[in-house]
């Protein structure tokens, strides 16, 4: 079974970066097709995602992402990361790490909070 745990600084500034990590444990990936994601969720508004890799190491962005926030992960694909620049106070929200599976459930993390402010 797949567990996801996020971690990362919850207070940062305008402009400045932040980096969040999805640590990884419990079951193989290796028989299945895969992408990694983070999903944010602003208060008072819809999920919305923010970046993704593939098992393949290919990235993605939703617009609001693309030029400032950056996914990866290690070799070992034991945490995922997902590093911030330049951040808004609009970036405010609860960050969840989700595995996207072609066959069987997809795993959430239980979400880290977020805040971008002065």
């Known amino acids: 079974q797949v567990q996801l745990q996020e971690s990362g600084p919850g207070l940062v500034k305008p402009s400045q970066t932040l980096s969040l990590t999805c640590t990884v444990s419990g079951g193989s990936l290796t028989s299945n097709l895969y992408y990694w994601t983070w999903i944010r969720q602003p208060p008072g508004k819809e999920r919305e995602l923010v970046a993704s890799i593939s098992s393949g190491g290919v990235t993605n962005y939703g617009a609001s992402a693309k030029g400032r926030f950056t996914i990866s992960r290690d070799t070992a694909e034991n945490a995922i990361y997902l590093q911030m620049d330049s951040l808004k106070p609009e970036d405010t929200a609860v960050y969840y790490c989700?595995?996207?599976?072609?066959?069987?459930?997809?795993?959430w993390g239980q979400g880290t909070q977020v805040t971008v402010s002065s």
């Open positions: 989700k595995l996207v599976v072609l066959i069987g459930s997809d795993t």
